[in-house]
T-cell receptor, first 109, second 112 residues
Framework: DAKTTQPNSMESNEEEPVHLPCNHS???????IHWYRQLPSQGPEYVIH???SNVNNRMASLAIAEDRKSSTLILHRATLRDAAVYYC??????????FGEGTQLTVNP | NAGVTQTPKFRVLKTGQSMTLLCAQD?????MYWYRQDPGMGLRLIHY???????AKGEVPDGYNVSRLKKQNFLLGLESAAPSQTSVYFC???????????FGPGTRLTVT
């Protein structure tokens, strides 16, 4: 599986937008970009996924670079509940997920 | 619906003891997965199943066995526990054709 690179940690203020970056320069044409998050003492939770086009859902938006070598998860208005570890994962259709260490997001009140 | 549930939530074992972790789901998942998560690290896949009666090895399968006799249940067994197996264990499920894995709340296992 292709690898992803994420910052270890990021900070944001409540009610401000958050842009979480992910680099994946060795992504293959069939790899989907998945984002999961893990709140403290809980199992991971699906956030969003995409292949080539930008995607929006009720939780977040996913912006994918034209060359697909990077992507950004966008939380439009961070809340204290969004404090979590965010994982960017590449996986082909039906493939298993390989979790890295993710980005620890801290949201300040 | 209960979703994905795990039993037990906590367990302490002595080295050499055995135990079975149960994952149950009522979401009609064809695919089920067992992961472990060590402190400060991401999840690592132990074993998985693509359907009732099937199992396959993941990234870190040594020391574990699994069974999927019924579609709704996926069991993870430790035959002879070792301190290196102290971890939090997560189960997950996914339906065929969906990309979203649903995770259980985890089992915290300590082996002394």
């Amino acid at each position: 599986d292709a690898k992803t690179t994420q910052p270890n940690s990021m900070e944001s203020n409540e009610e401000e937008p958050v842009h979480l970056p992910c680099n994946h320069s060795t992504i293959s044409g069939t790899d989907y970009i998945h984002w999961y998050r893990q709140l403290p003492s809980q199992g991971p939770e699906y956030v969003i996924h995409g292949l080539t086009s930008n995607v929006n859902n009720r939780m977040a938006s996913l912006a994918i670079a034209e060359d697909r070598k990077s992507s950004t998860l966008i939380l439009h208005r961070a809340t204290l509940r969004d404090a979590a570890v965010y994982y960017c994962i590449l996986a082909g259709s039906g493939s298993r997920l390989t979790f890295g260490e993710g980005t620890q997001l801290t949201v300040n009140p | 619906n209960a979703g994905v549930t795990q039993t037990p939530k906590f367990r302490v074992l002595k080295t050499g003891q055995s135990m079975t972790l149960l994952c149950a789901q009522d979401m009609n998942h064809e695919y089920m997965y067992w992961y472990r998560q060590d402190p400060g690290m991401g999840l690592r896949l132990i074993h998985y199943s693509v359907g009732e009666g099937t199992t396959a090895k993941g990234e870190v399968p040594d020391g574990y066995n699994v069974s999927r006799l019924k579609k709704q249940n996926f069991l993870l067994g430790l035959e002879s526990a070792a301190p290196s197996q102290t971890s939090v264990y997560f189960c997950a499920g996914r339906t065929s054709g969906s990309y979203e894995q649903y995770f259980g709340p985890g089992t915290r296992l300590t082996v002394t």
